[in-house]
């Protein structure tokens, strides 16, 4: 009885739980730095490990200087990689600028 009773509190619970973490802009946000770390592992690590920009306390505008230089060698020197659009840019740029600790 006692776990039936979980049970039923746990569907009730978690479906609500699901409902307030998506609606809200701080999911938005949990979804596109989640988005932004996929690209960067993928897309960033292919010439060099992803330990070259994690190395890196770069401001967000330096970033977006670092990234379209980096989109450009994959155009350019490596057509096979394909390119990085304007989204996938800015969605590496936000996770590259939230997720490195900042060093002093
Ligand atoms: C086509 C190969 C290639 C890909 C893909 C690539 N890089 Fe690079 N990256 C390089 C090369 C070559 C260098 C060293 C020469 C230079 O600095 O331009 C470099 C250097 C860097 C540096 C150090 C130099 C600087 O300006 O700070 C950072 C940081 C960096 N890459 C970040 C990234 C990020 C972030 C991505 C993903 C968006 C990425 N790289 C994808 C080739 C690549």
């Known amino acids: 009885m ?3 009773l979980t049970g039923l509190i746990a569907l009730i619970f978690i479906p609500a739980f699901v409902i307030a973490q998506t609606d809200s802009p701080k999911a938005d946000k949990q ?3 989640t988005k932004g770390k996929e690209l960067f592992e993928t897309k960033c690590s292919i010439c ?4 070259k920009p994690l190395n890196k306390n770069y401001t967000q505008q330096r970033w977006n200087k670092v990234v379209s230089k980096m989109a450009e060698k994959m155009k350019h020197k490596h057509k096979r990689l ?3 659009t304007d989204e996938e840019k800015g969605l590496i740029v936000n996770y590259l600028v939230n997720a490195i600790p900042p060093k002093k």
């Open 82 to 84: 394909g390119e990085l």
């Open 48 to 51: 060099h490990s992803t330990e």
């Open 31 to 33: 979804l596109s730095l």
């Open 2 to 4: 006692r776990k039936i």
